[in-house]
Nanobody, 128 residues
Framework: QVQLVESGGGSAQAGGSLRLNCTSS????????MGWFRQGQDKEYEGVAA????????YYSDSVKDRFTISRDHDKNILTLQMNSLKPDDTAVYYC?????????????????????WGNGTPVTISA
């Protein structure tokens, strides 16, 4: 399995922005799906955004659509999540994940730790 490392988490006020990055221990094939997931305290895992490792179509949950942007630089092995207009409900640990299954909304809904490769997460705290 590939090792994934998230960075960029931290604290911000509501309405602010944060940028998360995910780097991998080796090149991830272009046909792999990559994405961001989050888990708030006492909440289920939630798929936030997804994109193919080679770039292209992006997928977002309704809760973050039009506020978050996922992007992928395949050559630099970096996956990024730009988070704008942050809300207290965005407070969670954010995880980067990847695997070979079909990229899309189903992957965002169904992917869980233990399926494919996951990072250890980076915490994000948004204050009102």
């Amino acid at each position: 399995q590939v090792q994934l490392v998230e960075s960029g988490g931290g604290s911000a006020q509501a309405g602010g922005s944060l940028r998360l990055n995910c780097t991998s221990s080796r090149t991830i094939p272009t046909n792999y799906c990559m994405g961001w997931f989050r888990q708030g305290q006492d909440k289920e895992y939630e798929g936030v955004a997804a994109i193919l490792s080679g770039g292209g179509i992006t997928y977002y949950s309704d809760s973050v659509k039009d506020r978050f942007t996922i992007s992928r630089d395949h050559d630099k092995n970096i996956l990024t999540l730009q988070m704008n207009s942050l809300k207290p409900d965005d407070t969670a640990v954010y995880y980067c994940a990847t695997d070979l299954r079909i990229c899309g909304f189903t992957w965002l809904r169904n992917n869980k730790p233990g399926m494919g490769s996951w990072g250890n997460g980076t915490p994000v705290t948004i204050s009102a």
